[in-house]
């Protein structure tokens, strides 16, 4: 049963257009949820993060918009850039548990 | 600050052996969790530990055990390995207080031959 879901496992953007990352959560007890880039081999990096109280949260570049009656969330990267090129996962979690469930990620590939 | 570090970085083990990984938080975290990549299972949580004990388990079966240590550093074992152990390991800290932000180290390859 996988609660959270990034049914895009791919996607190619072009350098300085925006880049729409997509994910769906299916338990409604989820509250707080995080982005975060990861390269080959290294640790996923945290970008950014929502509380369910808020239905949009801004950091430089990048803005997560979260819809609640939708279970959906998404991020956009606006311009994207070439450094932008990797994998991105969307995490949901419950007030209170430090356990973050994840999706299964989306390779994001900026082209020049 | 310096952040989350984790040795070894690689691993080879055999089938049946027993592992010993290492975490070290960003200063000032105090909780610790575990985390299992696989490309077929993707990130699942292992465990969390918070002043030096347990708080929450994910699904996995009881080879996989954990500790943390009054100085926050954490350590996670699995044991009577299995081919299906092969990953990567990734361990997270957070700060107690505010939002649930785990900021995550590079992790350990672990693979099982």
């Known amino acids: 049963d996988q609660q959270v879901k990034q049914n895009s496992p791919s996607l190619s953007v072009q350098e300085g257009r925006i880049s729409i990352l997509n994910c769906d959560y299916t338990?409604?007890?989820?509250?707080?949820f995080l982005w975060y880039k990861k390269y080959p081999a290294e640790g996923p990096t945290f970008l950014i993060s929502i509380s369910s109280i808020k239905d949009k949260n801004e950091d430089g570049r990048f803005t997560v918009f979260l819809n609640k009656s939708a279970k959906h969330l998404s991020l956009h990267i606006v311009p994207s850039q070439p450094g932008d090129s990797a994998v991105y996962f969307c995490a949901a979690s419950r007030s209170g548990a430090q356990k973050l469930v994840f999706g299964q990620g989306t390779r994001l590939t900026i082209n020049p | 600050k310096a952040g989350v570090t984790q040795t070894p970085r690689y691993l080879i083990k055999t089938r049946g052996q027993q592992v010993t990984l290492s975490c070290s938080p960003i200063?000032?975290?105090?909780?610790v969790s575990w985390y299992q990549q696989t490309p077929g299972q993707g990130l699942q949580f292992l465990f969390e530990?918070?002043?030096?004990?347990?708080?929450n388990k994910g699904n996995f079966p009881g080879r996989f055990s954990g500790r943390q240590f009054s100085n926050s550093r954490s350590e996670m074992n699995v044991s009577t390995l299995e081919l299906g152990d092969s990953a990567l390991y990734l361990c997270?800290?957070?700060?107690?207080?505010?939002?649930?932000?785990?900021?995550f180290g590079p992790g350990t390859r672990l693979t099982v031959l």
């Open positions: 200063s000032g975290h105090r909780s």
């Open positions: 338990n409604s007890m989820f509250d707080y």
């Open positions: 530990y918070f002043s030096e004990t347990q708080r």
């Open positions: 997270a800290s957070r700060a107690l207080a505010g939002r649930n932000e785990q900021f």
